[in-house]
């Protein structure tokens, strides 16, 4: 599991070559935008920030938002982002189900 900064150990990221490796057929392969390159996984996960419509001005992190691995094209920079959990970087917990309003809500 990273440590409370978000860093990876060696050991996790080469856990999410060996992902990688075990979806796509591994690193390397050609970046949709600038062709053949070398990629490299951040050192870091990184979860998103929520901008809410409601409050522009605020900024909050989601509970709801599950942190991601950025695999990143060293040509051109283009990014791909991996759901930490799913990679197993973290434990699996189970996460309630997003609560919509219903139609009677409003």
């Known amino acids: 599991m990273p440590d409370v900064h978000g860093h990876l150990s060696p050991v996790e990221i080469a856990a999410v ?7 796509h057929g591994g ?3 050609d970046c949709p935008v600038s062709g053949p390159t070398t990629w490299v996984v951040n050192e870091y996960v990184y979860q998103s920030i929520i901008y809410p419509v409601q409050a522009p001005i605020t900024m909050s992190v989601s509970p709801m938002a599950w942190p991601v691995v950025q695999v990143v094209c060293t040509v051109c920079g ?3 982002y991996f759901n930490a959990g799913l990679i197993g970087l973290y434990p699996s917990q189970p ?4 609560r919509f309003p219903t139609i009677h809500e409003g």
């Open 17 to 23: 070559h060996a992902w990688i490796r075990h979806h």
């Open 27 to 29: 690193l390397p392969f």
């Open 78 to 80: 283009y990014t791909m």
């Open 95 to 98: 996460t309630p189900p997003p």
